[in-house]
């Protein structure tokens, strides 16, 4: 167990809808990164969100969008569902200090299921 | 950006013999490799990492090996369990970032 959570274990939506995924960060960490992982296939990165703000990008539209809550907690929004966007969404949490991150321990993910 | 390439796919070994899952990267400023197993319900566990100022770690049944120039990094699991049975994500950073995953190995170990 990693101590990072996340909520819910399992959602389905429809094309179009809105989604809000949840992630808890380990105690002591202060940054969170959002995963996307389709089947079959490896995690690839959404954002990182470090104090608040945002620090780093992947190649995903704006329609996904985050927020890190003063306590390190987070949030992935995702807006005008597709069925792309089915996936299994992974947070992981890891401590950055002086500009520099530490190993991410990831939670169990959400699946998410577009219909 | 980075790319990371992940061989074999799926592997099969008969347990208590060795596996070898092999990967490169392309970015050669990326500095931290880490290793991921996944299993059903239990979400993406770290079982080692290396640095870039390390050529080799082993903890237990597992090793990691870096060939920087070559941009090659492999894990190695001896003496196979069943329960080693899961799938396997090698990845590379830069300082702890943007992690960039391959796309996994399936491992079977065969009774």
């Known amino acids: 167990e990693t101590g990072v959570t996340q909520s819910p274990t399992h959602l389905i939506k429809t094309r179009g809808q809105q989604v809000t995924l949840r992630c808890s960060s380990q105690s002591g960490h202060n940054t969170v990164s959002w995963y996307q992982q389709a089947l079959g296939q490896g995690p690839q990165f959404i954002f990182q969100y470090y104090r608040e703000e945002e620090n780093g990008r992947g190649n995903f539209p704006p329609r996904f969008s985050g927020l890190q809550f003063p306590n390190y907690s987070s949030e992935l929004n995702v807006n005008a569902l597709e069925l792309d966007d089915s996936a299994l969404y992974l947070c992981?949490?890891?401590?950055?200090?002086?500009?520099?991150?530490?190993?991410?321990?990831f939670g169990p993910g959400t699946r998410l299921t577009v219909l | 950006g980075e790319n990371v390439e992940q061989h074999p796919s799926t592997l099969s070994v008969q347990e208590g013999d060795s596996a070898v899952i092999k990967c490169t990267y392309s970015?050669?400023?990326?500095?931290?490799f880490p290793w991921y197993k996944q299993e059903l319900g239990k979400g993406s566990q770290l079982i080692i990492d290396?640095?870039?100022?390390?050529g080799e770690k082993k903890d237990q049944r597992i090793a990691v090996t870096l060939n920087k120039t070559a941009k090659h990094f492999s894990l190695h699991i001896t003496e196979t369990q069943p329960e080693d049975s899961a799938v396997y994500f090698c990845?590379?950073?830069?300082?702890?970032?943007?992690?960039?995953f391959g796309k996994g190995t399936r491992l079977h170990i065969l009774p």
């Open positions: 970015d050669s400023a990326s500095n931290y």
């Open positions: 990845a590379a950073s830069k300082n702890d970032d943007k992690i960039i």
């Open positions: 992981a949490s890891s401590v950055r200090r002086a500009g520099v991150g530490d190993t991410q321990y």
């Open positions: 290396i640095r870039s100022n390390v």
